[in-house]
């Protein structure tokens, strides 16, 4: 399989989540592990959001499953509203 093949399918995108996946239990570990970076908390929905698109991209390419897009990007949608309310919160918890 050429570069240009997997391009050309689904894969890319299950790459992709893979990444996220891998980056997501690599911040945690590394929170866990050493204290500092970000909490899961700090994150999460961001990750949520992202991750709910992927899969509606992926839902998208894949013939007949436009019923999972739909809840992907609607989740991808709650997600990034209950994030964008969280960071607000704190901001105005700050000052």
Known sequence: MSLEDIYQTPLVVDIAIGFILIETAALWAFHQITGRGLAIQDFLLTVLSGL???????????????????????????????DLKARAKHKKDVH
């Open 52 to 82: 709910s698109l992927m899969l509606a991209l992926r839902c998208a390419l894949t013939p007949g499953l436009w019923p999972g897009m739909a809840l992907f990007l609607i989740t991808a949608g709650l997600a990034h509203g209950a």
